[in-house]
């Protein structure tokens, strides 16, 4: 499955997530001062998301309630995994060292970490195969 959705679709989706039922007044209320959008820009973005399958919308009285198809954390998923099939297999360490080189992780976090990793490492391969297309990577010229 491929998410197809653009940055401000996204910021969109956060609220909806965020509130689960919304009505656009609110999404507009929560984004158009701080991303300089219109109220026509949102309403825009909402009709394509739901477009798109991501939220759906009723009609509740004279406005209209958003809610989300998807939870966050199965989308977040998802786009990790559609950005993982971007990058060639060996890469993914470089991915993983970048995210914890931020401040983002807590001490629990962080031992949670640990924690999986050192079970990961029990069954992790000596070397990462590339999967990549000739010409697409040059890892293989590298590591052979
Ligand atoms: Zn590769």
Not at 20 to 47: M, P, R
Not at 62 to 67: G, P
Not at 94 to 105: E, S
């Amino acid at each position: 499955m491929e998410i197809n959705i653009s940055e401000a679709e996204w910021e969109v989706m956060r609220v909806i997530w965020s509130n689960q039922e919304t009505t656009s007044k609110f999404v507009i209320d929560t984004l158009s001062e701080e991303k300089s959008w219109t109220a026509s820009t949102i309403k825009t973005l909402l009709s394509r998301l739901v477009e798109k399958g991501f939220i759906s919308t009723k009609k509740i009285g004279n406005k209209f309630l958003y809610s989300p198809n998807c939870i966050e954390d199965e989308c977040l998923d998802i786009l990790t995994q559609n950005f993982l099939d971007r990058i060639c297999e060996r890469r993914t360490h470089i991915i993983v060292k970048n995210i914890i080189a931020t401040d983002n992780l807590s001490k629990s976090n962080i031992d949670e970490i640990i924690e999986l990793l050192q079970e990961k490492r029990k069954t992790a391969e000596e070397v990462i195969t590339c999967k990549c297309l000739k010409g697409q990577c040059s890892c293989a010229a590298k590591h052979g």
